[in-house]
Each structure stands twice: as C-alpha cells, then as structure tokens.
Nanobody, 124 residues
C-alpha cells in the first residue's frame, strides 16, 4: 500500500502562484511514477502533470505547459507541483496519484493509489 497526502492548496488571485506537495508513505516511493490530476465541479478528473520513477521524464496537459512544473524529491518521498501564473480556470480539487509501473501515463485508470485532494481556488 502507498499512502498519499496532498497539501498546499488555497485561495490565490489570478497571476499568483502555489506549490502543491504530495507526501508519500508505504512502499518504495522511487519505484512509482507520480501524477497530478484535477477535477472541477461538474467535470471529469483530468490529467495535469506526470513524472516517471526516476524523474527524467515529465509530461503536462497543454493548458498548463510553461506555467506548472512537476518535480520529485526521493529523499523526502514527496512530489511537488509548482503552479505559476494561475488562472481562474485552474480552480479545482487537485489530486496526486501513484502508478506502480513507473512510467508516466495520462490515464486515470492506470494509477494505483490516490490522495484525498486539495482545493485550489483562483479568483479573477
């Protein structure tokens, strides 16, 4: 089992920044690919960013490219999502997830473990 706990969400004005953290415990963090997803009210959960087990490969949804950065710290068993130039359309509950295969994937169904989510609200 892998436990995931997100933190760092909050209310921010458009153009501002937030850094989300996802602390993991349980099985070996370094074996897992990690992803960030988000879900706005009335919408499906969507992929935001992912990073492979070694941290050498990242992937982003087009709408956040150049604004968001995913990273991981194996010493701290934590994955981060740095979010800059936030827009009102970024408002959602953000979830981190772990994929035991270790390869970045955008599919919700490929992830084995999920956190409880953290709310991000961007005001205009």
């Amino acid at each position: 089992q892998v436990q995931l706990v997100e933190s760092g969400g909050g209310l921010v004005q458009a153009g501002g920044s937030l850094r989300l953290s996802c602390a993991t415990s349980g099985r070996t963090f370094s074996n897992y690919a990690m992803g960030w997803f988000r879900q706005a009210p009335g919408k499906e959960r969507e992929f935001v960013a992912g990073i492979n087990w070694s941290g050498t490969t990242t992937e982003y949804v087009d709408s956040v490219k150049g604004r968001f950065t995913i990273s991981r710290d194996s010493a701290k068993n934590t994955v981060y999502l740095q979010m800059n130039s936030l827009k009102p359309e970024d408002t959602a509950v953000y979830y981190c997830a772990a994929d035991a295969l270790g390869v970045v994937t955008t599919r919700v169904g490929n992830y084995d473990y999920w956190g409880q989510g953290t709310q991000v609200t961007v005001s205009s």
